[in-house]
T-cell receptor, first 111, second 115 residues
Framework: QKEVEQDPGPLSVPEGAIVSLNCTYSNSAFQYFMWYRQYSRKGPELLMY????GNKEDGRFTAQVDKSSKYISLFIRDSQPSDSATYLCAMPLGNTDKLIFGTGTRLQVFP | EPEVTQTPSHQVTQMGQEVILRCVPISNHLYFYWYRQILGQKVEFLVS????????KSEIFDDQFSVERPDGSNFTLKIRSTKLEDSAMYFC?????????????FGDGTRLSIL
């Protein structure tokens, strides 16, 4: 079983829609959960990180963690064309700095 | 806002040659990382580096690879005797502190093409 899985998409939505991006993971030792955004030909840019279960909100972005289901989500409200990018979930392995990434979900927001 | 810079943006090298990828981490960061992303695949951890020593490395990071901090600002990844399968995007990252709760900031990568 793969450690971190994401639907690669593409996910295509109209401007203003609420977007839900998801990851599942298999290792119950993961404690921290990160979302990176990657524009074409750019490096991953950290959007949000959360610890353990619960929600965290930052502007139009909400990160949600359900450790019992080993499932994390990133919600984007009022999506904009500038949100068009690949969204990567990532988790540090154990107590290390080694990030385990999902494959990324490509999001397209059309005007 | 401070950022991680990587040079060159694209490197084309003949198979069997050595290549050095360069990174300038954020100035007050102490922990440095290399990741790679083969086209269409996940971003994969290669190595972490602190205080002039490798902290951790993956099984990908074999004797073909080495890292160095030659001065106070640069961090390099050397790949000896390159192979076709080394073709990938290589990302450098840095963080101010260590630990799973410390955000890693990535550069825009070097695209390495082995011919």
């Amino acid at each position: 079983q793969k450690e971190v899985e994401q639907d690669p998409g593409p996910l295509s939505v109209p401007e203003g829609a609420i977007v839900s991006l998801n990851c599942t993971y298999s290792n119950s030792a993961f404690q921290y959960f990160m979302w990176y955004r990657q524009y074409s030909r750019k490096g991953p840019e950290l959007l949000m990180y959360t610890y353990s279960s619960g929600n965290k909100e930052d502007g139009r972005f909400t990160a949600q963690v359900d450790k019992s289901s080993k499932y994390i989500s990133l919600f984007i409200r009022d999506s904009q064309p500038s949100d068009s990018a690949t969204y990567l979930c990532a988790m540090p392995l154990g107590n290390t700095d080694k990030l385990i990434f999902g494959t990324g979900t490509r999001l397209q927001v059309f005007p | 806002e401070p950022e991680v810079t990587q040079t060159p943006s694209h490197q084309v090298t003949q198979m069997g040659q050595e290549v050095i990828l360069r990174c300038v981490p954020i100035s007050n960061h102490l922990y440095f990382y290399w990741y790679r992303q083969i086209l269409g695949q996940k971003v994969e951890f290669l190595v972490s580096f602190y205080n002039n020593e490798i902290s951790e490395k993956s099984e990908i990071f074999d004797d073909q690879f080495s890292v160095e901090r030659p001065d106070g600002s640069n961090f390099t990844l050397k790949i000896r005797s390159t192979k076709l399968e080394d073709s990938a995007m290589y990302f450098c990252a840095s963080s101010r502190l260590a630990g799973p709760n410390q955000p890693q900031h990535f550069g825009d990568g070097t695209r390495l093409s082995i011919l």
